[in-house]
């Protein structure tokens, strides 16, 4: 057991070290606040609501810098793992550290750890900024919209949850660049799961065909946790829509996994 912990140990410092001595890592991780802050804040202030009653929900607007956040939080963690293959050094990490699941552990809690934590800053400043700048755009108490606050629950889970839906694209991103290996082409990977579903669900005609593609795409479905606003018509509730996406970055970290384990480096 002690060696277990051990081993554990040993490896997310060595995982810590390498990803945070990265050159671009940094830079990157505050790309990631800048997006998510940067693209809600546009989004905040593109909207209006002369009147009651707008067919808006103002905390998934506010919310809506996460799908930029999110491309670059993918890089990231692909980075983490495949960076690695392209300049040779996955064979010496595997030699010095043989156990190849806790080296995929540890990358995966490294850059899942790197990313919840500039997503709270991230997302943290965009609720701020629709709380500051929607009721200039008609988003006031009198018109049936209150001031957004983590003391009201639904906004509360919107913002817990889109902090979770970024650190799982992490997740989800560790699993495919080990699977992967090649850096372009496991972001490329990623961003064609995550942007092309939506671009497939809205060419399907058939309503109930998109409803299913709408429930087991990992962005179309993850991001119903924003949702505070006519949640009936969700294909799925936000927590399942979250499930969905972690069943998702189980699936690519196992994979991941696998690939790992039976392939040389």
Known sequence: MSSGIRVAGLALRAEWTKLRTLPGTPWLLLAVIAATAAVSAAAAAAVSCPAGG????????????????????????????????????????????????????AKAAVAGGLVLAVSVAGVGVSVLAGRLILPGHGFTVTHGYPALSLGDGPVLRAVAGSVLYLTLIALLSVGIGAALRDSAVAIGAVLGLLYLFPVVVGAVTDN??????????????????????????????????????????????????????????
């Open 54 to 105: 707008c067919p808006v929900d103002p905390v998934k607007t506010s919310l809506t810098g996460v799908q930029a956040g999110q491309a670059v939080a993918a890089v990231v963690a692909v980075q983490a793992v495949s960076g690695e293959y392209s300049t040779r050094m996955m064979t010496v990490t595997l030699t010095a550290m043989p156990r190849r699941l806790a080296v995929l552990v």
């Open 208 to 265: 109930a065909w998109r409803q299913h593609l709408q429930q087991i795409g990992p962005m179309t479905a993850g991001l119903d946790i924003q949702a505070t606003a006519d949640l009936r018509a969700l294909p799925l509730t936000p927590w399942q829509g979250l499930g969905v996406l972690a069943l998702w970055a189980f699936g690519a970290l196992l994979l991941g996994a696998v690939v790992l384990h039976l392939r040389d480096a």
